[in-house]
Nanobody, 120 residues
Framework: QVQLAESGGGLVQAGGSLRLSCAASGRTVRMAWFRQAPGKERELIGAITLSGNYTYYADSVRGRFTISRDNAKNTMYLQMNTLKPEDTAVYYC????????????????WGQGTQVTVSS
């Protein structure tokens, strides 16, 4: 069992930046960030392997968001730049990959989520 805790959400103006953190209670291999906006399905926006050598980004965030991790701290990060109002959502981190790839990857463990609100 792995416990995940996100932090770093908040309110920011369009064009601004935020960095989210996801602290894991233990070692994880593949980790990911999801988000869910009001009235929309949860979507996978990025994933990273243990080494950090492979990352996946959804088209909606590629070039603006960057995923990284510090394995010594069991922590994953999401640097979000050039934020847009449509980035407003609850952001979740996930670990314990159980199958699938790219946007169809499935994970076993989830954090409680952190709210990101981007004002126009």
């Amino acid at each position: 069992q792995v416990q995940l805790a996100e932090s770093g959400g908040g309110l920011v103006q369009a064009g601004g930046s935020l960095r989210l953190s996801c602290a894991a209670s233990g070692r994880t291999v593949r980790m990911a960030w999801f988000r869910q906006a009001p009235g929309k399905e949860r979507e996978l926006i990025g994933a990273i392997t243990l080494s950090g050598n492979y990352t996946y980004y959804a088209d909606s965030v590629r070039g603006r968001f960057t995923i990284s991790r510090d394995n010594a701290k069991n922590t994953m990060y999401l640097q979000m730049n050039t934020l847009k109002p449509e980035d407003t959502a609850v952001y979740y981190c996930a670990a314990g990959w159980v199958g699938g790839s790219g946007e169809y990857a499935k994970f076993r463990y989830w954090g409680q989520g952190t709210q990101v609100t981007v004002s126009s």
